[in-house]
């Protein structure tokens, strides 16, 4: 069955600091791999995605991940830590749904709850 | 960019009480619909999938009497809850997946709804 985890529940930064979020998933076939980000009060926002090819994705706001299909890892990653990325990080893998035509329905990791410290 | 709406935000109703849950995409169609939930501190759990015009399909474990989801239109879905009770108290997600997009084209999450059952 697939699955994601995230290992991480919550994790703490200074502003300016670096940042690895840390994502591992249990998929048969070739995942599509996502992460999303949610604020208080806001839908989930996409920040990138694998589907194929470059194993390092860039995403929005500065963040990216590399797939790492021999650790079954999404990390997702930022140089520097902005106050602003204080919210709640969802890794996700796309799972084959027949119903909606073969597209994907979301299998969720349990989030990070990332707090950035001034 | 894609814009959904959900309403209301928050809701409190009594127990055994019905509460109906607005899922509108305002700049695109959707010809699928996923609904999801997400308990406190936890990962979003996908409840059941429609297509426009047809039934629900249910994930295990979900009732489909209680959480009654209409798809009338392309950009209306609806998520009832019937005879609600406090263990039905989340947050609510609905995540529209557009008409034109591929097998691998972006979901969209509404704001979600915060129901509490008193």
């Known amino acids: 069955a697939q699955s994601v985890t995230q290992p991480d529940i919550h994790i703490t930064v200074s502003e300016g600091a670096s940042l690895e979020l840390r994502c591992n998933y249990s998929?048969?076939?070739?995942?599509?791999l996502f992460w999303y980000v949610q604020s208080p009060g806001q839908g989930l926002q996409l920040l990138l995605k694998?589907?194929?090819?470059?194993?390092l994705v860039q995403g929005i706001k500065g963040f990216e991940a590399e797939f790492k299909r021999s650790q079954s890892s999404f990390n997702l990653r930022k140089p520097s830590v902005h106050w602003s990325d204080a919210a709640e990080y969802f890794c996700?893998?796309?799972?084959?749904?027949?119903?909606?035509?073969?597209?994907?329905?979301?299998?969720f990791g349990a989030g990070t709850r990332l707090a950035v410290h001034p | 960019g894609a814009v959904v709406s959900q309403h209301p935000s928050r809701v409190i109703c009594k127990s055994g009480t019905s509460v109906k849950i607005e899922c509108r995409s305002l700049?695109?169609?959707?010809?699928?619909m996923f609904w999801y939930r997400q308990f406190p501190k936890k990962s979003l759990m996908l409840m059941a999938t429609?297509?426009?015009?047809?039934?629900?399909?249910?994930e295990q474990g979900v009732e489909k009497d209680k959480f009654l989801i209409n798809h009338a239109s392309l950009t209306l879905s609806t998520l009832t809850v019937t005879s609600a009770h406090p263990e039905d108290s989340s947050f609510y997600i609905c995540?529209?997946?557009?008409?034109?997009?591929?097998?691998?084209?972006?979901?969209?999450f509404g704001p979600g709804t915060r129901l509490t059952v008193l």
């Open positions: 996700a893998v796309g799972a084959t749904s027949s119903f909606s035509g073969g597209y994907n329905k979301l299998i």
């Open positions: 998929y048969g076939a070739t995942p599509y």
């Open positions: 694998y589907f194929s090819g470059d194993t």
């Open positions: 700049d695109f169609q959707a010809t699928t």
């Open positions: 429609s297509n426009e015009g047809s039934k629900a399909t249910y």
């Open positions: 995540s529209p997946l557009p008409s034109s997009g591929g097998r691998v084209n972006e979901q969209f």
